[in-house]
């Protein structure tokens, strides 16, 4: 089975939609959703001799900025929304 892939022209509309000034990031992983930055666009060849363009991030110590937020992995589908489960009724200092 194959899956559709994102050309650049697909990304190009995506994001000319958003403010040109933005950072752009990288989502990666979906069982362990982390955020990076990106620092290099790739033009390449894929083993076919197919024309391709890797997104990459940095070298830097610092280019994976931590966890992904939440909403974006639900918007992602790579986790549900999550719920706090409910209160229980505190106990008093007596004990009940």
């Known amino acids: 089975m194959t899956h559709p892939e994102l050309t650049v022209g697909d990304l ?6 958003c403010d040109r000034d933005v950072p752009v990031r990288l989502a990666m992983n979906p069982f362990f959703p982390m955020a990076h930055r990106l620092a290099q666009v790739v033009p390449s060849v894929d083993e076919t ?3 391709v363009v890797y997104l990459a991030e940095g070298r830097d ?6 966890h992904l937020p939440p909403e974006v992995a639900v918007a992602l589908t790579w986790q549900g929304p999550v719920q706090a489960p409910p209160r229980r ?7 009940q």
């Open 61 to 66: 110590a610092d280019t994976q900025l931590g």
């Open 12 to 17: 190009l509309d995506c994001l000319s939609a």
């Open 89 to 95: 009724p505190r106990r008093t200092a007596n004990g």
């Open 49 to 51: 001799g197919r024309p």
